[in-house]
C-alpha cells in the first residue's frame, strides 16, 4: 500500500489549477480580512474592535468551508474526478493535489490573520502576552479545518460533510474561552512577556498531532478504496 504520490509534478498542477480556479474568490476574502485587521487596529470604541474580531473569525470559517465545497463536494457533483482519473495520474497523486491545495489556499488567509494579529500586538498597547492566545486560538482553527477537509475526501456523503463542518466550526468559540484561562494560560495573557509554559505548550502539542493523525488516518483510508470514480 503506497501513500505518496507518484508524480510530484502532477501534484504540482493539480494545486496550481485549483489555485488559478480559487484565487478570484480568495482575493474578495483577503480584502474583507484586511477590511477586519483595520477594524481591530483602528484605535476606535470597543465595539469597532470587536466587530472586526467577529468578522475576522466568519472569514475564516466561510473561507474553509467555501474551500472544500467548491475543490471537493461540487466536484463529485460534477463528475470531474473521473476525467481527472483518465488522465496519467495514480489516485494517491490525485488525493494529495487535493489535500495540499486545499492547505495552500487556506493557509494564505489564515497566516494572514495571525501575522497581522500578532502584528497589532507588536505595535500596539494590547499586551504581548495575548500573543500565545492567539497563535493557539489560529492553530485550532486550522485544526478544525484539516479534520473537514480530510473528512470531506474520505467520506462522499455532502450530508455528513456539512455536519462535521458546522459541528467543528461551533467548537471554535468554546475552544478560544476555555484555553484563555486555563492555568498557565490565563496569567500571562495581560502580561508584556511572551511566555510558552508547558500548559500551552502542550495544547500546541496536540493541535499539531491532531493534524498529522488526521491526515496519515485520511490517506491510509484513501489507499486502500477500491474505486476511485
Known sequence: MNLFPSDVRIVGRLIAKDWQVYQKQL?????????ALGLIGSGGPWWVA??????LIVLLVVVGSVTIQTSLLTERKQQTV?????????PMDVYWGKLLANLVIYLVPLLLVGGGMIALIL????????????????VFVLTT???????????ESEGWNAFVMLGLMTLIGPFMFVV??????VEHVRGEQVVW???????????????????????VLYARKRSFL
Open 180 to 185: 484563555g484561562r486555563l492555568e498557565g494560560i
Open 123 to 138: 505595535t500596539t498597547p494590547i499586551a504581548d502576552g495575548l500573543i500565545v492566545w492567539i497563535v493557539l486560538s489560529v
Open 82 to 90: 473521473p476525467f481527472i482519473m483518465s488522465l496519467p495520474v495514480s
Open 27 to 35: 482575493a474578495g476574502f483577503l480584502a474583507g480580512i484586511v477590511l
Open 50 to 55: 470587536g466587530a472586526g474580531a467577529m468578522l
Open 197 to 219: 509554559t508547558p500548559t500551552a505548550l502542550a495544547v500546541l502539542a496536540a493541535e499539531l498531532a491532531t493534524i498529522a493523525i488526521a491526515i496519515v488516518v485520511t490517506s
Open 145 to 155: 479545518f484539516c479534520l473537514s477537509l480530510c473528512f470531506a475526501i474520505a467520506c
